[in-house]
């Protein structure tokens, strides 16, 4: 089993940044893949951002080059800085964890709770 908990959410004016921050336990860190899944109103749920064993990242179109996914394994932590942001990125960023690394927020078995970020225009 593993738990996952989600800080650093907020409201944020467009153009502004936030960093979330995921801390992990109950499972070896450094052999999961994470994703950051964003649930946005109205729409369909989706990895915004996805990170592997060895720090390789994915990025879904629209945040690419405002967005950086990263790990830190010796705090069991993984971080999305956000850039740039825009109203359009509103919307409920949850962490995610698995042992396989995959860009499908469906295929991630173990999530947190989320945390809520609201750009403002």
């Known amino acids: 089993q593993i738990q996952l908990v989600e800080s650093g959410g907020g409201l944020v004016q467009a153009g502004g940044s936030l960093r979330l921050s995921c801390t992990a336990s109950g499972r070896t860190f450094m052999n999961l893949a994470l994703g950051w899944i964003r649930q946005a109103p109205g729409k369909e749920r989706e990895i915004v951002a996805a990170i592997n064993r060895i720090s390789g990242t994915y990025y879904t179109d629209s945040v690419q080059g405002r967005f950086t996914i990263s790990r830190d394994n010796a705090k069991n932590t993984v971080y999305l800085q956000m850039n740039s942001l825009k109203p359009e990125d509103t919307g409920v960023y949850s962490c995610?964890?698995?042992?396989?690394?995959?860009?499908?927020?469906?295929?991630?078995?173990?999530w947190g709770q989320g945390t809520q970020v609201t750009v403002s225009s």
């Open positions: 995610a964890a698995d042992p396989a690394f995959s860009v499908r927020a469906k295929d991630y078995d173990y």
